[in-house]
């Protein structure tokens, strides 16, 4: 018997290792921002207080310059050459999780790939996992006795310290219920491609 399994959902992922001065540089801008910021229903999120060019902010050159290298590598595992096409950040933001907050299940429709890195994470049984939900909405009206390659719908992954993590941006994603103490620190970037008046001069930079 042969069973083919075709349409796959990739998701890449990497454990960067930034230098100690990087990761405090970029703590201590997460940290200004819980300690100075009402956050409310146990979440903040940059992109709804207007706080999305985080590609701007010299604390985070570094992250820019993995991201564009990892997103590189991840399109050319779809036999894209990254050379011909026109990709770049439009986007990133800070995400801060407390005790008690999630975010809700979504896509990001005007973007290409999405990115979360971790700056900061706790342990791994205080929740705050990031789930992924399968694209493929249409399944057998069966129910196996137990879940496997052909029956998953969704998936889901620990917030290691300093994981990157590169999605299509159609695939719906939320984080589960945080637990912890410390805050979870996350990044989000989403990078889409210019319109085509802008295609001939726009390119995904080395830094992002």
């Known amino acids: 018997m042969t069973i ?21 540089r ?8 819980h300690h100075e910021t009402d956050i409310k229903d146990g979440r903040y999120s940059g992109d709804i207080h207007q ?11 570094w992250l820019n310059t993995e991201v564009s290298f990892h997103c590189k590598k991840f399109l050319s595992a779809f036999n894209v050459d990254v050379d ?22 979504h896509t990001h429709p005007n973007s290409v790939l999405s990115v979360v890195y971790y ?18 909405t249409r399944h057998m009206p069966v129910h196996p006795e137990e879940l496997n390659d052909l029956t998953y719908s969704d998936t889901l992954y620990v917030p290691e310290e300093g994981r990157l993590f590169i999605f299509p941006s159609h695939i719906e994603h939320e984080v589960e219920r945080y637990n912890g103490i410390t805050p ?16 001939t001069r726009s390119r995904m930079p ?3």
Not at 7 to 13: E, N, V
């Open 184 to 199: 979870r620190y996350s990044i989000c970037l989403l990078y889409t491609s210019p319109s085509p008046r802008d295609r």
């Open 51 to 61: 706080n999305y060019q985080l590609f701007n902010d010299p604390r985070f050159q």
């Open 206 to 208: 080395s830094s992002a």
């Open 4 to 24: 083919d399994l075709w349409f796959p959902t990739a998701i890449y992922h990497e454990d960067l290792k930034p230098t100690q001065h990087t990761k405090d």
């Open 84 to 105: 011909k096409i026109s990709i770049y950040a439009s986007k990133a933001w800070p995400v801060i999780i407390k005790k008690g907050g999630d975010i809700f299940r």
């Open 119 to 136: 700056p900061q994470s706790s342990n791994p049984l205080n929740g705050g996992k990031l789930k992924f939900h399968s694209p493929n």
């Open 26 to 33: 970029m703590i201590e801008y997460f940290d200004s921002i």
